[in-house]
C-alpha cells in the first residue's frame, strides 16, 4: 500500500495515482478515476481494480474508499473504518 497517492508538498493537493494528473480533493480525485475507468482507460482501470473496487461504483462511493485507503497509510482520528 505504498506511493497510492502523492500528496503535493506546496499546497497539499493530490494527484491521480496513474497519471498524476492534480485534483483539490478526493471528490475531484473520485471523479477523475471514475471518468477514466468509464472511459476504459487501462492504467485507471488496473488501479482501481487493484486498490478499490473490481465493480462499478458511484463517484462517492469511490471517494469513500479512497478516504478508507488513505486512512490506512495515514492514520487520524477521522478514521473511516470499511
Ligand atoms: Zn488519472
Do not use: Y
Not at 471517494?63 to 478514521?79: F, I, M, N, T
Amino acid at each position: 500500500m505504498t506511493g497510492l497517492l502523492r500528496v503535493g508538498s506546496t499546497d497539499g493537493s493530490l494527484f491521480c495515482p496513474v497519471c498524476a494528473s492534480p485534483a483539490q480533493d478526493l471528490l475531484v480525485l473520485a471523479s477523475h478515476l471514475v471518468e477514466e475507468a468509464e472511459a476504459s482507460d487501462g492504467g485507471h482501470v488496473m488501479w482501481l481494480n487493484r486498490n478499490l473496487t473490481k465493480h462499478r461504483k458511484s463517484i462517492e462511493e469511490i471517494e469513500r474508499l479512497l478516504v478508507s485507503l488513505l486512512a490506512e497509510d495515514r492514520p487520524s482520528d477521522e478514521v473511516v473504518k470499511r
